[in-house]
């Protein structure tokens, strides 16, 4: 879900990222403050409304992204069905639901340079402690980079042992993944070295 | 696209100059051969002073020695020969355990700021290096990290991609593209940082023949000095040098004429064996 990238581009992309999670901010603090039913329905289909605005292909990408989240709402709903509160089961699902949607529209919206320049603006307090900001951002990047690199490792573990196997394959592919997570940092550590490390920017000019 | 490509110059793509470079061209290797070399601005100068390497206690390179100047150098030898730890130390991504290393007279282990715009590398696996979820921060990363300003490395990027003829990319994420659109982006991120030499360790191993003889297309865009190592010498067919290693030795080097023949053959040879069964060790 964190890696995400629109198919198409769209208005907002023009927006200065510092703006747009500013308005994140703002409106997640606003679902989360509300407790109406009616406010949270609503607030849904504004939400999806904002993602139809640039069209069909956004809007099916869009919802790609959120399938993740119906067993978390399963939970939800099921523990607060069991507890005898459905309706305060439903407001948390259509709040986390609308929250997640929007993040993810900043997201989408968003290039992953841009916010890396959001977070050095925050963390510049912090620069004057010490902290080695270009180190933070290229961090920043590299877990972003890694989770849809490592879910496909997983799957070709996955297949590997399915080829073999009668069996799914479960617990048993944590230590290799292990394994090819660290063999997958050291090439990346490599390549990143070979383009001038995390260290900083260096003092040489191009000509 | 909102942003105007900017116009390219000439010279883009050319690496940087180095100052102080000389334009002699008698490159001699071991056994005091002399290699003929195109006279050419961009021929770069590697001195090898009996550079060993060992991986735990198994040397994989030992007592190289080698003084050259080249535009197109080739690398060859069996898997396992040592090629693609050659390559390592000669990007600087490692040092060697014993002897000089001096590629266009910078020690590249040592002094990083001025190996990034000596050497680039390209690694087999497009996946290994690239970072960013589009095509035009990848691109601009290198350059933010030779000490470019954001909008400026943005730029530069922009120009790359244009002169690559691939403006059009600038915005692609770049989880959608194919593995060798993938190689190209590696490529277009290093060409950006114009090094003096670009290393390509096997970087178009395992893409289809379409593909592998377009991406060598573009590699023409290059300029600056080549090192391609791979153990097929087909593809080293536009290289005057090459070095053939063998087990961690320099077996042979000069003209690419007379030492891709005989590697060829004694590969020949080699394959009617059956080493395929020993262990190491
Ligand atoms: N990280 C490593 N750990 C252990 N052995 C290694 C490592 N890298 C290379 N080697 C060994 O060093 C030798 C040379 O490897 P390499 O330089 O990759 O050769 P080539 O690229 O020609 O196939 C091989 O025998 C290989 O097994
Ligand atoms: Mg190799």
């Not at chain 2, 991609?161 to 994420?173: I, T």
């Not at chain 2, 080549?226 to 097929?232: E, F, G, L, M, P």
Request: charged share 20%; proline share 6%; glycine share 10%.
């Amino acid at each position: 879900m964190i890696s995400l990238t629109s198919p198409v581009r769209t208005r907002a992309h023009g927006w200065p990222a510092g703006l747009k999670l500013g308005l994140l901010v703002a409106a997640t603090v606003l679902l989360a403050a509300q407790d109406a039913l009616a406010f949270h329905l609503c607030a849904l289909a504004g939400t999806l409304g904002l993602y139809l605005l640039p069209g069909g292909r956004f809007f099916r990408a869009g919802l790609r992204a959120l399938r993740g989240l119906w067993p978390v709402a399963l939970i939800v709903l099921a523990w607060d069905g069991l507890t005898g509160d459905p309706l305060g089961g439903v407001v948390v699902v259509l709040r986390m639901v609308s929250a997640v949607a929007l993040a993810n529209l900043v997201t989408m919206t968003t290039r992953l340079s841009d916010m890396m320049e959001v977070v050095h603006w925050l963390g510049r307090p912090l620069a004057r402690l010490g902290l080695n900001l270009r180190a933070l951002e290229i961090c920043l990047a590299l877990v972003i980079r890694s989770i849809p690199a490592l879910s496909e490792k997983a799957g070709l573990l996955r297949r590997s042992w399915q080829a073999r196997a009668h069996r799914a394959p479960r617990w048993r592919l944590i230590p290799p993944l292990t394994l090819l997570a660290l063999d997958d940092a050291d090439h990346v550590a490599e390549a990143l070295k070979a383009r001038g490390g995390v260290a900083g920017p260096k003092t040489t000019k191009l000509p | 696209m909102s942003h105007p490509v900017p116009r390219l110059r000439a010279e883009a793509l050319a690496p940087c100059p180095i100052s102080g470079h000389r334009k002699r061209f008698d490159g001699t290797a071991t056994g005091g051969r002399a290699i003929s070399t195109q006279a050419d601005i961009a021929a770069a100068h590697l001195r090898l002073e009996q550079v060993s390497c060992r991986i735990g206690p198994r040397a994989v390179l030992e007592g190289l020695e080698l003084d050259l100047r080249f535009r197109a150098l080739g690398v060859v030898g069996r898997n396992g020969s040592g090629k693609s730890t050659l390559a390592r130390l000669l990007a600087g991504l490692m040092a060697p355990d014993a002897g000089q290393l001096r590629l266009c007279g910078v020690d590249v282990a040592a002094d990083r700021a001025a190996a990034l715009s000596t050497v680039g590398i390209l690694f087999q696996n497009p996946d290994h290096q690239i970072i960013f979820p589009t095509v035009l921060e990848e691109v601009a990363f290198g350059l933010r990290q030779q000490g470019l300003r954001r909008r400026d490395a943005d730029d530069a990027a922009r120009a790359v991609l244009a002169a690559f003829g691939k403006a059009a990319w600038e915005e692609a994420p770049v989880s959608t593209l194919s593995q060798g659109q993938k190689s190209l982006v590696c490529l277009m991120s290093i060409v950006a940082m114009r090094p003096r030499v670009l290393i390509l360790d096997e970087p178009f191993a395992g893409l289809d023949i379409p593909t592998k003889a377009q991406l060598m297309r573009y590699l023409g865009r290059y300029h600056g000095s080549v090192i391609h190592v791979s153990h097929a010498p087909e593809d080293l067919a536009d290289c005057e040098t090459v070095l053939w290693l063998e087990q961690g030795r320099i077996r042979d080097v000069g003209a690419s004429g007379t030492v891709l023949p005989a590697y060829l053959a004694e590969m020949t040879r080699q394959g009617e064996g059956d080493d395929i069964s020993d262990l190491p060790g």
